[in-house]
């Protein structure tokens, strides 16, 4: 029990690390990404202000709470899925798979943790090291702080 909560208060920790991260895209560069006239500076805002909405909710995260954590990855995932729909400068639409699907299968492991399956807290790590990758080539490119 004690290693299940240590688990949950580090990913809460991670998650809110991360929302803090999503800040305004000041560094984004502008340019083509193809066929699109939307420039890298416009797609990122897009994105960013998805994530902004998304990642507000995890600030009231109860690490003790693994299925408000599932939830509130869930909406991440799923804000991501909206913005590739709508997001058409190739250069950030080519980054927001890999973002959706970071935050789904952390999502899908919370839900298998708050669900009772105790021994699938140790994928978290891996989860969280997805997150964070995916999360820092949004950040390269975008130029979020």
């Known amino acids: ?36 006239d939307q420039t890298v500076a416009e797609a990122c805002t897009q994105v960013n202000d998805v994530m902004t909405e998304a990642t507000a909710g995890l600030q009231d995260i109860d690490p003790a709470d693994p299925a408000g954590a599932a939830s509130a990855l869930r909406t991440i ?8 729909a709508s997001v058409t400068n190739a250069e950030v639409s080519d980054i927001l798979p890999d973002l959706q699907t970071a935050f789904s299968s952390a999502a899908d492991t919370m839900e298998a943790v708050a669900g009772g399956e105790t021994e699938r807290a140790a994928e978290l790590n891996d989860s969280i090291s997805d997150v964070q990758t995916s999360f820092q080539r949004f950040t390269e490119l975008c130029g979020t702080e």
Do not use: E, Y
């Open 1 to 36: 029990m004690n290693r299940r909560l240590t688990v949950l208060t580090l990913t809460a920790a991670a998650m809110l690390a991360l929302s803090g991260c999503s800040g305004d895209p000041n560094g984004g560069a502008s340019g083509d990404g193809g066929s699109s």
């Open 77 to 84: 995932s799923d804000g991501m899925g909206d913005a590739a």
